[in-house]
Nanobody, 127 residues
Framework: QVQLVESGGGLVQAGGSLRLSCAAS????????MGWFRQAPGKEREFVAA????????YYADSVKGRFTISRDNAKNTVYLQMNSLKPEDTAVYYC????????????????????WGQGTQVTVSS
């Protein structure tokens, strides 16, 4: 069983920044592929960013590319999402996800590829 706890959400003005953190339990965090997803009111959950076990390989949704950065600290069992130049359309509940199945050196886009999810943290961007 893996527990994921997100933090760092809040209210920010457009153009501002936030850093989300996701702390994971488990002894083998450094083997997990990790991802960030978000869900806006009335919309489906969507992919935001992902990285592989080492963090050396990353992938981003087009909507956040160049503004968001996913990173991880395996010594702290934590994955981060640095969000810069925030826009009102970034308003959503942000979820981190962990894949504990064999991942090789890959990152993953689809929700079904992940095994555990956090409870989410609200990000609200005002215009």
């Amino acid at each position: 069983q893996v527990q994921l706890v997100e933090s760092g959400g809040g209210l920010v003005q457009a153009g501002g920044s936030l850093r989300l953190s996701c702390a994971a339990s488990g002894r083998t965090f450094d083997s997990y592929a990790m991802g960030w997803f978000r869900q806006a009111p009335g919309k489906e959950r969507e992919f935001v960013a992902a990285n592989n076990w080492s963090g050396a390989s990353t992938y981003y949704a087009d909507s956040v590319k160049g503004r968001f950065t996913i990173s991880r600290d395996n010594a702290k069992n934590t994955v981060y999402l640095q969000m810069n130049s925030l826009k009102p359309e970034d308003t959503a509940v942000y979820y981190c996800a962990a894949r504990i199945r064999f991942s090789g050196s890959s990152w993953f886009l689809a929700m079904g590829e992940y095994d555990y999810w956090g409870q989410g943290t609200q990000v609200t961007v005002s215009s």
